[in-house]
């Protein structure tokens, strides 16, 4: 990596601090784009176990931004460790997009992020649109708090021109069970989650996100 490089995003690893809304799916793999070349998608019956990921991350870590992931959880042969490639997602600001691309190969795209009030803290309300064009929203309600902050770890895999390229990654934080209500447009980059229903939501506040460890 040249120095020019580095001014534009930061070096790995990057450490990340702030709150996600994570839900999970059930998405037919012909709804998908392929599996990364040697890998299946991860499936329950005829459908991809595919998460979304809200996040926030907040002054004091590597960067501040918010981010919209879609991936789907993959499999090969001698894998142990929880893998996913992702297959959509955005972000509000530049180094992120110039890194994700560059370090990851993870296709991040530049989007507009709006925030909403909301009446309990630990709920959450966001919507994401690109070129003025809506493409998500999503509006937590709060359930329960679980005991602890329980940490995971594994791997993010996405294609490029070389092949297969493998990223550690690790979090860690409170969970906060609840509804995540979610709007995909029709007509947008994620209509394939439109209608659709997740089988479990959950918020993750006091997030510390690693990635590239």
Not at 134 to 155: C, D, K, R, T
Request: with cysteine; net charge neutral; hydrophobic share 40%.
């Amino acid at each position: 990596m040249d120095t020019n490089d580095q001014t534009r995003f930061p070096p790995a690893p990057w450490h990340l601090t702030g709150t996600a809304c994570v839900s999970a799916w059930r998405v037919p793999t012909r709804d998908l784009p392929p599996a990364p070349k040697g890998l299946d998608y991860a499936t329950l019956g005829d459908a991809a176990l595919v998460l979304t990921i809200w996040a926030t991350y907040l002054p004091g870590g590597t960067l501040a931004y918010n981010e919209l992931a879609v991936a789907a959880v993959v499999r090969g042969h001698g894998m142990l460790a929880p893998a996913a490639t992702v297959t959509h997602i955005w972000v509000d600001d530049e180094r992120s997009v110039a890194g994700g691309r560059e370090l990851w190969s993870i296709p991040k795209q530049p989007g507009d992020f709006v925030g909403e009030p909301h009446a309990d803290a630990k709920g959450f309300a966001a919507r994401l649109s690109t070129d003025d064009q809506p493409v998500a929203s999503v509006s937590f309600a709060p359930n329960v708090s679980l005991p602890g902050q329980p940490s995971a770890s594994g791997f993010v895999i996405q294609q490029n021109d070389c092949g297969l390229l493998r990223t550690r990654c690790r979090g860690r934080g409170r969970l906060v069970t609840g509804r995540a209500s979610w709007d995909f447009a029709a007509a947008g980059p994620l209509a394939f989650l439109h209608g659709r229903t997740p089988m479990f939501s959950l918020r993750v506040r006091d997030l510390q996100a690693s990635f590239g460890i």
